[in-house]
């Protein structure tokens, strides 16, 4: 999983942006995509279609599910990208790391061919990770908050 709904689960609840379709990263997008559309429609019928969109840089496609009717997205698939720290582990699932999605957001504001709705997307969502780690970086902790087995010393916690 990448996107919202991967920022979403790593950030706070206050940190949340609302969003309607799901993002994935896979080896082989096409047949991901064509699967899922397979499973979704063996329970609503033949009501979603595939879509194919080429990437901004041209190194490959966007596959979408979209709904026949409405055109409304509800799952893109694209090339799982070849980095180091993509994607973090919970619950059993893969997300994008905060780190990986930083760096797609920053090239993403770095190049002007991007549609302004993705361009303000990926500020918006570059801004909701930088409020998170500045908190991370300012969080400090009470004595309270601290075992009883250690004591408080001008450089920080040590135990006796």
Same mark, same amino acid.
């Given at each position: 999983?990448h996107?919202?709904?991967? /920022? @979403? ?14 993002? #994935?990263?896979? @080896?082989?997008?096409?047949?991901s ?14 009501? #979603?279609?595939?879509?194919? /969109?080429? /990437?901004?840089? &041209?190194? &490959? ?6 709904s ?5 997205e509800?799952?893109? #698939? ?6 180091? @720290?993509?994607?973090?582990?919970? &619950?059993g699932? =893969?997300w ?10 920053? =090239?993403? /504001?770095?190049e ?35 075992? &009883?087995?250690?004591? =408080?010393?001008?450089v ?5």
């Amino acid at each position: 999983m990448h996107g919202a709904r991967a /920022l @979403n689960k790593q950030l706070p609840r206050r940190l949340y942006r609302r969003t309607e379709d799901w993002d #994935f990263f896979s @080896n082989n997008p096409r047949v991901s995509s064509r699967m899922l559309e397979a499973k979704i429609e063996a329970v609503t019928g033949d009501v #979603f279609q595939q879509d194919k /969109l080429p /990437l901004v840089n &041209g190194k &490959g496609y966007v596959y979408r599910i979209i709904s026949k009717d409405t055109g409304e997205e509800i799952a893109d #698939f694209m090339k799982t990208p070849q980095h180091k @720290n993509l994607y973090t582990v919970i &619950g059993g699932i =893969r997300w994008e790391t905060l780190e990986h999605a930083k760096r797609s957001y920053r =090239r993403i /504001l770095s190049e002007p061919q991007h549609s302004y709705s993705r361009y303000a997307k990926a500020r918006r969502d570059l801004a909701r990770i930088e409020a998170f780690e500045g908190k991370l970086k300012k969080r400090s902790f009470r004595a309270r908050d601290v075992p &009883g087995s250690f004591t =408080r010393v001008k450089v920080g916690w040590v135990t006796p």
